[in-house]
């Protein structure tokens, strides 16, 4: 299985400044068909998580654009431009590519 | 509205069963993969399984091959987990989901289903 390997796991933040997560595969996420399926999660406290970003950088709709991802083959990131305190809660990567999918160990992102 | 709604959960002892249902509305479920992620309670996530459109293909963590099971019936609008030889690890609350565009993870998310598995 491929394991999805996130720093860190503990993110304090300060409101209005930046904040990057990393996410590293085991193996490439480049698909036989040329797509990286890397992918993106928010979860609020006591609520059912939520896709931010699919397939590397392309953002959900309705997703703030101070979210965004980049990266390739094995490493990846989340950006927060400006973090807001919504913007508080446990950020999953989740890869899409191989079977079985799987996620992150989660970063919690805390104000 | 889109929106998956789940429902099923509940307590059970080690070695039972359960079915785990999920009514999708607001979009035709015919035209989507779907999927069901689990959470034991605060930890992860977990994908369990999946189904294509016509429920033809299924995937499935190994762990929970040969006991948990994906199926579908598009014409009711309803996807399904069967649980069966229960083990206290498999206690979490069960998200139904669906996963658009394809390999792209859910975008449309449940409230979640709770199952214990306890004696």
């Known amino acids: 299985d491929v394991v999805m390997t996130q720093s860190p796991l503990s993110l304090p933040v300060t409101l209005g400044q930046p904040a990057s997560i990393s996410c590293g595969s085991s193996?490439?996420?480049?698909?036989?068909?040329?797509?990286?399926?890397l992918n993106w999660f928010q979860q609020r406290p006591g609520q059912s998580p939520r896709r931010l970003i699919y397939k590397v950088s392309n953002r959900d709709s309705g997703v703030p654009d101070r979210f965004s991802g980049s990266g390739s083959g094995t490493d990846f990131t989340l950006r927060i431009s400006r973090v807001e305190a919504e913007d508080v809660g446990i950020y999953y990567c989740?890869?899409?590519?191989?079977?079985?999918?799987?996620f992150g160990q989660g970063t919690k992102v805390e104000i | 509205e889109v929106q998956v709604v789940e429902s099923g959960g509940g307590l059970v002892q080690p070695g039972g069963s359960l079915r785990l249902s999920c009514a999708a509305s607001g979009f035709t479920l015919s035209n989507y993969w779907m999927c069901w992620v689990r959470q034991v309670p605060g930890k992860g996530l977990e994908w369990v399984a999946s189904t294509n459109r016509d429920g033809s293909q299924n995937e499935s963590v190994a762990s929970v091959k040969g006991r948990l099971t994906i199926s579908r019936d598009n014409a009711k609008n309803s996807v399904y987990l069967q649980m069966n030889s229960l083990r206290v690890d498999d206690t979490a609350v069960y998200y139904c989901?669906?996963?658009?565009?394809?390999?792209?993870?859910?975008?449309?998310w449940g409230k979640g289903t709770t199952v214990i598995v306890s004696s």
């Open positions: 193996r490439s996420l480049v698909h036989s068909d040329g797509i990286t399926y």
């Open positions: 989901a669906r996963d658009s565009p394809g390999r792209s993870g859910p975008d449309v």
């Open positions: 989740m890869q899409g590519t191989h079977w079985p999918w799987t």
